[in-house]
């Protein structure tokens, strides 16, 4: 089963070097339950990172 993918989309104009121009944001939009098994996994790989390297930060 394929799951439709959909981005919240966020828009501002700013002023550069005299210009307009317009930024565009788009952030992919996940449930509940995906955005908690995203941060775990984060977590996890953190986690082995600073475990690996903690002792040479005092």
């Known amino acids: 089963m394929t799951q439709a ?7 501002k104009s700013v002023a550069f070097q005299g210009k307009i121009i317009v930024l565009e944001s788009l952030t992919l939009v996940l449930s509940t339950k995906e955005k908690e098994q995203r941060k775990k996994e984060i977590e ?4 082995e990172v600073f475990s690996k390297y903690g002792d040479r930060f005092p």
């Not at 996890?44 to 986690?47: A, I, P, S």
Request: glycine share 0%; with cysteine.
């Open 5 to 11: 993918v959909t981005y919240k989309r966020e828009t």
């Open 44 to 47: 996890r790989c953190f986690f």
